[in-house]
């Protein structure tokens, strides 16, 4: 059996598959393949491990109907037509819980990197630009004890929401479409409509799926209910939130900073007006990027292939009809 690799992964993640008897294709390139190349480069293999956020549509899907399975690296699967997927029987599968915390980090990071305007204060030096000692200019905000509004709390939110309520003993509130029981027993955590997350949050941090519901969700209206002395992150997708509506927030003061792991489009275009504010923060989509991570999520991908190849369910199915189907 057949299987390539669209960009290149860890190598325990490799061996793992090259251990159970595949032959391993490789795209060794730092860049991902435009579509025709992915397709091209799938008419020989048997399965393909799609490493990143590369969109695998209804043509993908067409074009390599012959592939037993497609393993994601990425617990998000929007890029990914499901429905053409389990029309010809294809499983995919996504890499849940081992990115959780890191990304949860990710979040902590961007809420203190931007309350307290520490990569415009780092960039000040790296410029020349050392400010003296100055008691009232650029002060941030502390978040000890502040509201941490959670938008999605699922297992990144909660990862937050632990950390959050641990150190810097924040109260936690939540919106979720529905309740979530579970989580409530791990973390004092509040469920609250969507309007009470926006008129109460310090912080409002986002960690639901990009979904037809979510799109947008965070726009013009949402930022107007939001206090002026909110800080937004997201980690999620960058299609969550309107960007044009944030640099307007933003401009007229409407909340205070932002801190953004992911963008629509990516990458953010260097002239964009969020890289040139005091309290704003970007990263270039690094949540899952620690080499413990990447290792568990190549190894997880691996896992649900080697899975399908001796003919079982893939453990971490994302399209499950799938198997219903057959
Ligand atoms: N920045 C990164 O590198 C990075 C890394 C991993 C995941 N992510 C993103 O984070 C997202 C969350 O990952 P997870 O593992 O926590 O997923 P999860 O499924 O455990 O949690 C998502 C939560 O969002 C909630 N949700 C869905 N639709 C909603 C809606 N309309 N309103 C309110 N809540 C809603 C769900 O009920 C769930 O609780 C992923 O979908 C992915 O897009 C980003």
Redesign the pocket.
Known sequence: MKVFISKNIPSPGIEALEKSGFEVYINESSHRLPQPDLIEACQEVDFLLNVGQGKLDADFFEACKHLKGVALT???F?HVDLDAATTHGIPVSNT??V??DA?AD?AFLLMLNVSRKAFFRAMQVVNGAWADFEFTKELGTTIQGKTLGI????????SLARKAQAAYDMKIIY????R?IEAERLVDATYVN?DQLLTQSDVLSV?????E??QY?FNKDAFKRMKSSAIFVN???GKIHHELDLIDALSTGEIWGAGL??TDPEPMQPDNPLLKMSNTCVFP?????TLETRTQMALLAANNIIAAKNGNNMPQVVNVDVYKKA
């Open positions: 990425s617990v998000g929007d849940p819980d990115l959780s990304t990710i938008y999605g709390l699922g297992r990144i939110g909660l919106h979720n479409r529905s979530n969507f960690h639901s799926n990009l979904t519901e979510t969700r980690t999620a997708r792991d992911v989509h690094i949540g899952s990027a």
